[in-house]
């Protein structure tokens, strides 16, 4: 790669992370996804700069990923990231046409997220022994994330002061650093009281304070990845048979507030999705399991 491809690729990623303010693990698919299409056009395909690119030349790459074994859904998301990155280029002047106009998308099979019932998520929760420190926070921590459906990165980026026990809400920071206020049930602020009082103190560094909701043994904030592998030990000691993911309490959430009623929009609200065919997936997952339970217990089905 160039010094002028170089430059390109920084000056279109600091967009994203400046203007777009994209989360950072968004950010590191888009770069991914771009220096490896930079990479198949001037290296593999030996082009010289932008406006030499042809739309063949973005279905060769496509082609390459699907080779490789990349599915659909992989190369959607490269789609998305290619024509991003040429519409910058375009608006900035750095090549004279945008090769991705008449681009489509592969249609994806639409997969139904995977969720866990009630009787699962407690037996979920009530898993973290909390007589250890380590085991408040963590029945803290899974009440929160079952309580508001936020997602385990907006969790871990939580401040102490995000939280308002007394007022009964949290506040939240999603994508593009749009914030949202969830409330919070009974359960989950007497969870979260008990880490407070009994546990936040043991676990932070008298010396190295952290504002961080949520410590780890060090004193630092928690990671997206030990949260994860957290999880994953519950959910293995509570007995849970299905692959646990770290969206598994959000979908879950979504899914029972829809099952018992809640109005569509309110869920979009909740989840902080800017689109509401986003939060429209749950509808199909409830109905499915309606399904499956009418097809287990009815004597006709």
Not at 42 to 57: A, G, P, S, T, Y
Not at 174 to 195: D, F, Q, V
Request: glycine letters at 4%; charged letters at 25%.
């Amino acid at each position: 790669m160039d010094q002028t491809t170089r430059d390109a690729v920084d000056e279109y990623l600091h967009f994203l992370r400046v203007e777009r303010q994209l989360s950072v693990n968004t950010l590191a698919s888009y770069q991914k996804d771009i220096e490896s299409y930079v990479t198949s056009l001037f290296i593999k395909q030996q082009l010289e700069n932008f406006d030499d690119v042809e739309r063949f030349h973005i279905l060769n790459h496509l082609k390459e990923l699907q080779e490789s074994g990349k599915s659909a859904r992989t190369a959607s998301r490269h789609i998305s990231s290619i024509r991003s990155f040429h519409q910058f280029l375009l608006r900035e002047k750095r090549c004279n046409n945008d090769p991705t106009v008449h681009l489509e998308l592969p249609k994806i099979e639409q997969k139904l997220p995977k969720v866990l019932s009630i009787e699962e998520v407690d037996r979920l929760i009530q898993v973290p022994n909390t007589q250890k420190p380590a085991g408040r926070r963590d029945r803290a921590m899974l009440e929160l994330l079952y309580a508001t459906g936020m997602r385990i990165s907006e969790c871990i980026s939580l401040n102490r002061d995000d939280i308002h026990l007394t007022m009964g809400f949290v506040r939240v920071f999603g994508k593009g650093g749009k914030e949202r206020i969830i409330p919070l049930g009974s359960t989950a602020i007497e969870a979260c009281t008990i880490y407070l009082n009994q546990t936040r103190g043991l676990l932070e560094d008298s010396k190295a304070r952290n504002e961080a909701l949520f410590l780890n043994q060090r004193g630092k904030r928690l990671t997206r990845q030990g949260v994860w592998k957290l999880l994953k030990g519950y959910a293995l000691k509570s007995g849970i048979q299905q692959e646990i993911t770290p969206h598994i309490l959000r979908h879950s959430f979504a899914t029972h507030l829809i099952e018992n009623g809640a109005d569509l929009r309110a869920v979009q609200e909740l989840l902080g999705h800017a689109d509401i065919s986003t939060t429209q997936i749950y509808t199909h997952v409830s109905k499915a399991r309606l399904s499956d339970v009418y097809k287990q217990f009815h004597p006709r089905a």
